[in-house]
């Protein structure tokens, strides 16, 4: 079947600008996952959502950072004034429960200019 | 979360196994032991988890230690496509933290 699908896969903008990062999960997983890896680095959690919920998201590194899930399937990662700092490879992930293993999409590489 | 230490790089020749270890001192009675790998420019990829007994699957094996504070991961005969970094990462299922805690991992280096 079809794994989680991400879009754009790759992402160049200009400091300052607004951008929007999707996430396709598996059909028929409620809890959705987003985490950002910097290079050389393990991926790092942002955000977790169970259904249309964020659940948790302690990760979200500041306020220029949101993530919405309406439907309680396709997750939109949307960053705001974006800076240098927030280049790296953006992933997501989902799974059936909370718990069970994540499967994760080839990621969004944005890059900040 | 409980931390885990990996060392940061292996080799292995081509079609002989691999065994990667994970230590983890700290882990409590509910953690669960997960490997996840990461080829390059892909997304991580659940690889096996376990609680208390050894775990087969058709990617590997895992081996738990009597008393849990380290765990290896077992790839029984290495091919050129398990070249990867492979993390190992403790859950507690029973304290609602579904997120995972990745560290820097092993990165696996296969020799043809």
């Known amino acids: 079947g079809a794994g989680v699908s991400q879009t754009p896969s790759n992402k160049v903008t200009e400091k300052g600008k607004y951008v929007e990062l999707r996430c396709d999960p598996i059909?028929?997983?409620?809890?959705l996952y987003w985490y950002r890896q910097s290079l050389g680095q393990g991926p790092e959690f942002l955000i977790y959502f169970q259904g249309t919920g964020a659940a948790d998201d302690s990760g979200l590194p500041n306020d220029r950072f949101f993530a919405v899930r309406p439907e309680g399937s396709v997750s939109t990662l949307k960053i705001q004034r974006t800076e240098r700092g927030d280049s790296a490879v953006y992933l997501c992930?989902?799974?059936?429960?909370?718990?069970?293993?994540?499967?994760f999409g080839p990621g969004t590489r944005l890059t900040v200019l | 979360d409980a931390k885990t230490t990996q060392p940061n790089s292996m080799e292995s020749n081509e079609e002989e196994p691999v065994h990667l270890p994970c230590n983890h001192s700290t882990i409590s009675g509910t953690d669960y032991i997960h490997w996840y790998r990461q080829l390059p420019s892909q997304g991580p990829e659940y690889v096996i988890h376990?609680?208390?007994s050894n775990v087969n699957n058709r990617m590997a094996s895992l081996a738990i230690a009597e008393d849990r504070k380290s765990s290896t991961l077992i790839l029984h005969r290495a091919t050129l496509r398990d070249a990867a970094v492979y993390y190992c990462i403790l859950r507690d299922p029973n304290f609602g933290n579904e997120k995972l805690t990745f560290g820097t991992g092993t990165r696996l280096t296969i020799i043809p």
């Open positions: 059909s028929g997983h409620t809890a």
């Open positions: 992930a989902s799974s059936l429960l909370g718990r069970a293993p994540q499967y």
């Open positions: 376990g609680l208390t």
